[in-house]
């Protein structure tokens, strides 16, 4: 595919302000998913190359949490894994969906992740008793790993209130080894859409530097001021991309409803 450069530089600035809010709560798909499809890019190929870039710029995010001291590799290498395999197993199975039934589903799942942004209670910064062990954390791990190779947006942000409500973790060590499982499930979703040919290599990269480079603000200021701000961008700009794909006519979504 060819992109004029204005478009190009439209998804590089998106895919810079996606990788700086990715890294503080997680949501950076909400950004670039509908991005690529608004600029043309056909669903399946939107989120692998989604994948790719996301890849990238997560792996620059545990880095700096590393860094930072925030991570616990051993704690979470188990959950990990299962997260890896759950999303090669949705990447693999979004492969061989209709391309209509997602350029569909993308405008009311993101009309979902915003009310989930907006309704979801505030996270502490404390860590609290965990409610379940290594095992139940895993399998969480594996169906939020499905999700996130299946479609990926508002992955981040629910493996991190997963970590918060269920493994006990305070918000930024939360958001840090959300990172960690996030860059797991990039990894196996990244590495299934290769097989399946569906990467526009060029774009992705280019994309990928933005992430980056996002990402290392984003951890820097969740590390100084944690997650806090973020949620109403995340909504604003999950119900204007919604208003974008609805307000195209050829949007599948106008055929399902009565005329």
Same mark, same amino acid.
């Given at each position: 595919m060819e992109f004029s450069t204005e478009i190009i530089a439209f998804l590089l600035a998106i895919a810079f302000v996606a990788g700086t809010i990715d890294a503080m709560a997680g949501g950076g798909g909400l950004l670039t998913i509908p991005a690529l499809m608004a600029a043309g890019v056909?669903?399946?190929?939107?989120?692998?190359?989604?994948?790719?870039?996301?890849? &990238?710029?997560?792996?620059?995010?545990?880095?700096?949490?590393?860094?930072?001291?925030? +991570?616990? %590799?051993?704690?979470? =290498?188990?959950?990990?894994?299962?997260?890896? +395999?759950?999303?090669?197993?949705? =990447?693999?199975?979004?492969?061989?969906?209709?391309? @209509? &039934? %997602?350029?569909?589903?993308?405008?009311?799942?993101?009309? +979902?992740?915003?009310?989930y942004f907006l309704l979801a209670p505030p996270m502490g910064e404390a860590d609290r008793h965990a409610r379940l062990g290594t095992a139940g954390i895993t399998a969480v791990s594996v169906v939020l790993g499905f999700y996130d190779g299946f479609f990926g947006?508002? =992955?981040?942000?629910?493996?991190?209130?997963?970590?918060?409500? +269920?493994?006990?973790?305070?918000?930024?060590?939360?958001?840090?080894?959300?990172?960690?499982?996030?860059?797991?499930?990039?990894?196996?979703? %990244?590495?299934?859409?290769?097989?399946?040919?569906?990467?526009?290599?060029?774009?992705?990269? @280019?994309?990928?530097a933005a992430n980056i480079a996002g990402n290392q603000i984003g951890a820097r200021l969740a590390m100084r001021y944690g997650g806090k701000g973020v949620r109403p961008l995340l909504v604003l700009m999950s119900v204007a991309l919604t208003v974008k794909l609805l307000s195209d006519p050829a949007n599948p979504i106008w055929n399902w409803l009565p005329h």
């Open positions: 056909p669903p399946v190929a939107a989120i692998a190359t989604n994948k790719l870039q996301s890849a &990238f710029g997560t792996a620059s995010a545990c880095i700096a949490y590393w860094r930072g001291g925030h +991570l616990d %590799l051993r704690r979470f =290498a188990m959950p990990a894994a299962g997260a890896f +395999l759950g999303s090669a197993a949705g =990447a693999f199975t979004v492969q061989h969906i209709d391309p @209509g &039934f %997602l350029t569909a589903f993308v405008p009311i799942l993101l009309i +979902l992740m915003a009310m947006p508002g =992955a981040g942000s629910f493996l991190t209130t997963m970590l918060v409500a +269920l493994a006990g973790l305070g918000l930024v060590r939360a958001i840090a080894n959300a990172k960690f499982l996030n860059f797991a499930t990039n990894v196996a979703g %990244l590495l299934a859409m290769i097989a399946g040919g569906k990467v526009l290599w060029m774009l992705g990269l @280019g994309m990928a």
